[in-house]
């Protein structure tokens, strides 16, 4: 696994990507946050630069090659952001790890494992990329990747978004749903955390609703919620500006 550090001296930030993406997907934090932060993203196995070394991902063992990372990088204590996929790896980091986290900041994720019928449908995809490849994948899963304002009007971020997802090997993709799909229930941990907790959800994501959101971030001690307007999941993305700013008002809280 890959990781990629930003040239900032202040206490470590680590983002973690959501699928079917890379480590580019946080190119605009790097370029607004890296100055109050040492900024670190990774590319998870078979995605970016990062090869793929099973048919399956586990967010367990992507989580504890993350923590190998840091160890390597000499990051004891860190916050640490994970959106969807990069979430669900999060969630098994904290586990592993819960007295290195400073704080967490949830992104359009949950902690729930899937139901059976979320399941399945990962199953079907498994099966729909296999066979028609990667950019036929990304056409079936962008309209819910990003909200509607940016189906309509962001032209550019769905083209760049096409060629990314285009370039992951459908192992790859296949190898994550497999992972996300066999994921544990880790509501628990939410429940006892100890650091201060962000919750951000975009109004207009149709894969994890704000409400369903919400309701998350009351399981932990010290969590705060936020909407973002006119985005979908990859909140980051279609409303950088906003993203950074609520991302750097929960920085403030934890110093």
Known sequence: MLAFESTG??????????????????????????????????????????????????????????????????????????????????????????????????????????????????????????????????????????????????QQLIDHLTRQIAQASPQAIAAALRGMADRRDLTEVVRHLACPALFLAGEEDSFIPSTEMENFSRLAPKGQFQTIPSAGHLINLEQPKLFNDLFRDFLKTLR
């Not at 991902?57 to 952001?81: G, P, Y």
């Not at 028609?132 to 899963?141: D, L, P, Q, T």
């Open 9 to 154: 001296t202040g206490p470590p930030l680590v983002f973690l990507h959501a699928f079917p993406l890379s480590h580019t997907m946080w190119e605009d934090q790097k370029n607004n946050l890296s100055q109050e932060v040492r900024l670190i993203t990774l590319d998870f196995p078979g995605f970016g630069q990062s090869p793929l070394k099973s048919s399956a991902s586990s967010m367990k063992t992507v989580a504890s090659q993350v923590l190998l990372v840091l160890d390597h990088l000499r990051v004891e204590k860190f916050v640490v952001a994970g959106l969807s996929m990069g979430g669900y790896v999060m969630l098994e980091l904290i586990s592993q790890a819960p007295d290195r986290i400073e704080g967490a900041a949830f992104l359009s994720t949950r902690a729930k494992a899937d139901s059976s019928e979320a399941r399945e449908k990962r199953f079907k995809n498994i099966e729909f990329v296999e066979r028609e490849g990667s950019a036929a994948f990304a056409k079936r899963i962008l309209p819910n990747l990003v909200g509607k304002t940016s189906l309509a009007s962001r």
